[in-house]
């Protein structure tokens, strides 16, 4: 049974993340303080629970083990070894999640908890004037360049003994499905909720926190994300970020059409997607709002949806229309190409048809005919 959890209060429409002990329900200070950091260091609400989840896991993990956090710095290059290779063998048997019956975690997971883990002892390190390191650590030096021919030295610490990746690519959904879904919607805020997710690629957190007033390029029909920290939702932007992105005219008409159905509800607060019914009627939805409807259609179609999946049909949608990777990447707000690689679903089939199209326009470049 797991003996820490994470624990969460809203105060003054911020949301704090803590870590406390199931039995006595006192705040574990030290996991505690550095998901605070977190959240000064401007990282979405739904970046620091991942983060506090990461993080209970591992205290757990210990706390099975019989050692506590002071005695991992203390052990040899072997046992630090050891201890965290253990974690991640830990991890992917998916004993973190108390349920036995739970799917288990990929191994891209796993590793992201244990790089968490690392980050945690990073900054519990630099608490005091020892400043501590791991010994399994190893400093790893990139020399990157950026577009003007600059370059720039950066610096991270590698584990050798992470799990082998997969290469596991996220769920997408169909256009063909997206279009079943419009149609079981019970009303046009719930068609343009899934039509801006669409077609804006933005992250659910940063479309909640649209502003029908300020971050709506009416004549040009643009959103735009702003990053605030006074959202009554919660909702955040990621990685403070500022972006826009552009929507089509019919979703446009939709946009429009929605605004003056609810605009009593609306023009009394400052939000463009609101609960339209029930005791929070005019409120700014949250994104627990948006699951329960998924959920709901879902229930209606047999089709599972979630905003996730939609910013990766986003992605998807752009790469077939032949929009440039770098492009795609701008536009999802990714800090790393790497990342919106994972969002793109090349088929083998895929490989095999530009393959051909190639070889077909490019039979000669190597004039094997004159070799024959």
């Known amino acids: 049974m797991a003996r820490y959890i994470v624990d969460s209060q809203i105060d003054n429409h911020e949301k704090y993340y803590f870590i406390r002990e199931q039995e006595s329900q006192d705040i574990v200070l030290l996991p505690s303080k550095y998901l605070m950091h977190k959240k000064r260091s401007k990282l979405s609400p739904n970046t620091i629970r991942r983060s506090a989840g990461a993080i209970s896991y591992y205290l757990n993990y210990i706390?099975?083990?019989?050692?506590?956090?002071?005695?991992?710095?203390?052990?040899?290059?072997?046992?630090?070894?050891?201890?965290?290779?253990?974690?991640?063998?830990?991890?992917?048997?998916?004993?973190?999640?108390?349920?036995?019956?739970?799917?288990?975690?990929?191994?891209?997971?796993?590793?992201?908890?244990?790089?968490?883990?690392?980050?945690?002892?990073?900054?519990?390190?630099?608490?005091?004037?020892?400043?501590?390191?791991?010994?399994?650590?190893?400093?790893?030096?990139?020399?990157?360049?950026?577009?003007?021919?600059?370059?720039?030295?950066?610096?991270?610490?590698?584990?050798?003994?992470?799990?082998?990746?997969?290469?596991?690519?996220?769920?997408?959904?169909?256009?063909?499905?997206?279009?079943?879904?419009?149609?079981?919607?019970?009303?046009?805020?719930?068609?343009?909720?899934?039509?801006?997710?669409?077609?804006?690629?933005?992250?659910?957190?940063?479309?909640?926190?649209?502003?029908?007033a300020t971050d709506i390029d009416y004549e040009r029909h643009l959103l735009y994300v702003n990053f605030r920290e006074d959202n009554e939702n919660g909702a955040r932007a990621k990685n403070a970020e500022y972006r826009k992105a552009k929507i089509s005219d019919a979703t446009f008409e939709i946009l429009q059409f929605y605004i003056e159905e609810y605009k009593d509800l609306i023009f009394q607060q400052e939000y463009l997607i609101i609960n339209i019914s029930g005791d929070y009627a005019g409120k700014p939805m949250q994104d627990s709002g948006v699951y329960a409807l998924m959920e709901r259609l879902q229930k209606k179609t047999g089709i599972k949806v979630t905003p996730h999946m939609l910013r990766h049909y986003f992605a998807n949608a752009r790469r077939k229309a032949g929009w440039k990777l770098e492009l795609i990447s701008q536009a999802l707000g990714h800090r790393n190409i790497e990342t919106t690689m994972r969002y793109l679903n090349i088929s083998d089939q895929e490989l095999m048809d530009v393959s051909d199209e190639f070889y077909r326009k490019h039979q000669s470049i190597y004039e094997i005919d004159k070799l024959l």
């Open 63 to 212: 706390d099975e083990t019989g050692i506590q956090l002071d005695d991992v710095w203390e052990m040899p290059y072997d046992k630090q070894q050891e201890h965290f290779t253990d974690y991640l063998i830990w991890l992917q048997a998916g004993l973190h999640s108390g349920d036995s019956y739970k799917k288990k975690p990929y191994n891209e997971t796993c590793n992201a908890y244990l790089k968490e883990v690392f980050r945690f002892y990073r900054f519990s390190g630099q608490q005091d004037e020892s400043t501590k390191q791991l010994k399994v650590l190893s400093d790893m030096r990139i020399i990157v360049h950026n577009s003007v021919g600059v370059k720039r030295t950066l610096y991270r610490n590698t584990f050798h003994g992470y799990l082998q990746e997969k290469g596991h690519i996220g769920k997408t959904i169909e256009q063909d499905k997206i279009v079943i879904l419009l149609k079981a919607c019970a009303n046009c805020r719930d068609q343009i909720l899934l039509l801006l997710l669409a077609e804006t690629g933005f992250r659910i957190g940063e479309l909640l926190g649209v502003r029908y």
